[in-house]
């Protein structure tokens, strides 16, 4: 009977972790808006290996479940490695993302994501840079503006014109 109990809690787990590794990674993309300080907003993204499929789900590379997290703000760049002490998390609560946490770089150049209330602070002591702000995240990556269709048709019509007047100049000049 033990025999039988320990192949199915063998077999199940064979199961479950052969979901985890069919299902695709997700990536989140970051946007850190200042709201108080001095620095431009800041961007990045972290990856997980599977959507949450429990109520609370935390990731964290302590866990083996985040894979990656990078961040980029007043010029410095911050990621799982050079977090302190694997600190970097993400809290899904009801398949959704309720916060993540980062904790890294150096003495002079630091960001600090909070887990819970989506909330950032950075400070570069160096260049004189700080801020605090708040995120949004989404799993859409960022779009690049498209020009609209105003910009194009101005941009054409001032080409036509330096040819028009390039072509004017040629023939004046060789009269």
Do not use: C, W
């Not at 002490?85 to 770089?105: D, P």
């Not at 941009?155 to 009269?175: E, H, K, N, P, Q």
């Amino acid at each position: 009977m033990r025999r039988i109990v320990l192949l199915a809690i063998l077999a199940f787990h064979a199961a479950l972790a052969a979901s985890y590794a069919l299902a695709d990674p997700i990536t989140y993309y970051v946007t850190l808006h200042e709201t108080l300080g001095n620095t431009e907003e800041g961007t990045g993204s972290f990856t997980i290996p599977y959507a949450p499929t429990d109520y609370k789900v935390i990731y964290s590379p302590l866990l083996g479940n985040l894979t990656s997290m990078n961040f980029m703000i007043g010029g410095d760049s911050f990621s799982l490695g050079n977090s302190s002490y694997g600190s970097a998390s993400a809290l899904f609560i009801n398949q959704a993302l309720v916060g993540f946490g980062y904790s890294g770089g150096t003495l002079d150049h630091s960001v600090n994501l909070t887990l819970g209330p989506i909330y950032y602070e950075f400070q570069d002591l160096p260049k004189g840079l700080n801020s605090q702000g708040y995120m949004t995240a989404s799993t859409d990556p960022p779009s690049t503006p498209a020009p609209e269709p105003a910009s194009i048709f101005f941009l054409l019509t001032g080409m036509a014109i330096m040819v028009v007047l390039l072509r004017r100049g040629t023939v004046t000049s060789s009269l």
